[in-house]
């Protein structure tokens, strides 16, 4: 139980201990321990600017939900508008294009009705003729009274 | 367990054989190769241990070796950050060594007293003591190292003028000065004797009383050795502690500047 020459040799294994502790063994797990903590500290970071971000974007949602409903609503009541446009223009539209058709159809029927005039005074001024003819042919010359026929045929027409 | 054999050399032989190191060379060129050879082995396991942890070394999820050794990094670092306020790169990883160093040797303490001694001897050795802690030579090369860091830190912080001014004129000013020097002398030697001191009295008392419950009957050793080892678990750990504590403790004390 004295002290000798162990005493140097542990000293040297305790040195090499150290040495090799302080080079190899204590940097790599110390760095590796604060960059856990870095990568946690970042991590947690992140997370929080994240649900910043979300409540952000919340509000943004419901801002443009906000527009689009006033907007949906504005477009509406243009439709709506323009609709009752149409309809009173549609309807003005029919209004005219009947009166046009029944001016067109009463034209036709007064040039229809002109013509059966004229075909029925033909008609009677050939009958009237025809008779007349017929009479004379019985009584008088019909180069003599020529002139009283056509007279009488014009007052006719 | 007492064999026939030490039982022929009676209990003091028992006992003295246990206490007595694998020695070779004489006087003070005597080398105690159990002390030598278990502390080195125990050195190397601790180094293999913390190189595969630090050789996996992750910043992502640390597998089951990395998480233990940074247990012990973060434990030691905690350690060193409560008590140490300079910057040093030598001072945890010292801390780190000493601990688990001073652990394993004293873990030693913790195999029954006869088992190692039984293999020396079928292996040819006639003594065998593995708890190196329980070795002076040990304990004081571990203190004496560490004096010679407090001395070589406290020259150059201080510089030399400054370590001297130191011994000299604290703390009762310049009139006094033999006794400052003489005072603050014991107390720095002070400092290395305690720590070997106090290491090896508690684990070669420790050890001495495995050896005497060794040696009663063995219907009563359990019912002893089993609370004594379960004390023994808070005791080794405690004086790896102290240890790595103390040096902490006296390396902070070398890096302040009065």
């Known amino acids: ?157 | 367990m007492s064999t026939e054999a030490h039982a022929a050399e009676g209990a003091t032989g028992y006992i003295i054989h246990h206490l007595t190191p694998l020695h070779f060379g004489e006087g003070f060129w005597t080398l105690h190769l159990d002390t030598l050879f278990f502390s080195a082995v125990l050195g190397g396991l601790f180094v293999w241990f913390f190189k595969t942890a630090a050789d996996k070394a992750t910043a992502g999820v640390p597998g089951l070796v990395q998480n233990f050794a940074e247990m012990l990094i973060e434990f030691v670092d905690t350690q060193v950050k409560d008590s140490f306020h300079g910057h040093s790169k030598l001072i945890a990883p010292l801390a780190l060594t000493i601990f688990c160093w001073v652990f394993l040797w004293n873990f030693m303490d913790l195999f029954p007293v006869d088992i190692f001694p039984l293999i020396g001897s079928l292996m040819g050795l006639d003594y065998l003591r593995v708890v190196p802690s329980t070795d002076l030579n040990a304990t004081f090369a571990m203190s004496i190292s560490v004096f010679f860091l407090i001395i070589f830190y406290s020259i150059k912080i201080k510089g030399p003028w400054g370590f001297a001014k130191e011994l000299m004129f604290q703390p009762f000013g310049p009139w006094l000065l033999p006794f400052n020097l003489l005072l603050k002398l014991v107390e720095e030697i002070a400092k290395p004797i305690s720590l070997a001191l106090r290491l090896f009295g508690n684990l070669y008392a420790g050890e001495l009383i495995f050896i005497l419950i060794a040696l009663l009957p063995w219907y009563l050793q359990p019912v002893l050795s089993f609370p004594w080892a379960i004390f023994h678990i808070l005791i080794i750990t405690l004086q790896a502690f102290i240890f790595m504590v103390l040096t902490i403790v006296y390396l902070s004390m070398a890096h302040e500047d009065h």
């Open chain 1, 1 to 157: 139980m004295s002290i000798n020459a162990t005493l140097i040799g542990q000293m040297i294994t305790f040195a090499l201990l150290v040495w090799f502790t302080m080079k190899y063994i204590w940097p790599p797990l110390f760095d590796s321990l604060e960059e856990r903590k870095k990568k946690i500290a970042d991590g947690l970071a992140a997370a929080e600017k994240g649900q910043e971000q979300i409540i952000l974007a919340e509000k943004k949602a419901i801002g443009v939900i906000k527009e689009a409903k006033e907007q949906s609503s504005e477009i509406v009541t243009l439709a709506q508008k323009r609709a009752n446009e149409i309809v009173e223009e549609s309807k003005d539209t029919a209004k005219k294009e009947g009166e046009r058709l029944l001016l067109a159809a009463k034209a036709q029927i007064e040039q229809e009705m002109q013509q059966a005039k004229e075909g029925l005074r033909q008609q009677v001024a050939d009958l009237a003729l025809n008779a007349a003819e017929q009479i004379l042919n019985a009584e008088i010359d019909k180069t003599k009274h020529q002139d009283i026929i056509t007279k009488v045929s014009k007052q006719l027409s």
